[in-house]
């Protein structure tokens, strides 16, 4: 089973800051991630998708991917109140057992 | 969209009772997927099921069982309730090709056993 692991914060944020959200893994064979959002109260839903060594782009949200390293992470720019959440990482493909990192808590405060 | 529908938004139910958490999804994916999630744990997988009549064990298969009688519907059953599976139960469907194709979650159920 894969392990994906993620500092449960919170992450403390002033709006139209840069936030860094991080996640490591341990199983090498993990080719491709994808980053969930969860509002409080909701369940998580699909922003991206990374699989390739580098960044994936897409609005104020990039994805990065380091295999070398076992970790990806996302960046939000240019963050707004609306983005706290919690944010969850989790690999793809490979085993059906699919692993979610337990999530960070994003606060982004006026 | 694909969407996935979970029977109850919330339920409260009784220690001891008998009880059937349901799961639809439109889109004949061929994974389903139940959680629980709980403050400080994250989301912890129950049973998985990659076909038909086919079920997996996940991390905290104990107190619980399901079952897939149809591909589009995943149901998962506490065999006799208790306080400590107070939780939020998060069904969710995948495709089994596709590594970009992530999982979709239903709106979840709020389960309180009093």
């Known amino acids: 089973q894969k392990e994906v692991e993620q500092n449960s914060g919170p992450l403390s944020v002033p709006e139209g800051a840069i936030a860094s959200l991080n996640c490591t893994y341990s199983d090498r064979g993990s080719q491709s991630f994808f980053w969930y959002r969860q509002y409080s109260g909701k369940s998580p839903e699909l922003i991206m998708f990374i699989y390739s060594n580098g960044d994936k782009e897409d609005g104020r949200f990039t994805a990065q991917l380091n295999k070398a390293s076992q970790y990806v992470s996302l960046l939000i720019r240019d963050s707004q109140p609306s983005d706290s959440a919690t944010y969850l990482c989790?690999?793809?493909?490979?085993?059906?057992?699919?692993?979610f990192g337990r999530g960070t808590s994003l606060i982004v405060h006026p | 969209d694909v969407k996935v529908t979970q029977s109850s938004r919330y339920l409260v139910k009784r220690t001891g009772e008998k009880v059937f958490l349901e799961c639809v999804q439109d889109m004949d994916h061929e994974n389903m997927f139940w959680y629980r999630q709980d403050p400080g744990l994250g989301l912890r997988l129950i049973y998985f099921?990659?076909?038909?009549?086919?079920?997996e064990k996940g991390d905290i298969p104990e107190g619980y069982s399901v079952s897939r009688e149809k591909k589009e519907r995943f149901s998962l059953i506490l065999e006799s309730a208790s306080t400590n599976q107070t939780s939020m139960y998060l069904c969710a469907s995948k495709r089994s090709f596709g590594a970009n194709y992530g999982y979709t979650f239903g709106s979840g159920t709020r389960l309180t056993v009093v």
């Open positions: 989790a690999p793809s493909g490979g085993s059906y057992i699919p692993t």
């Open positions: 099921s990659y076909d038909v009549k086919m079920k």
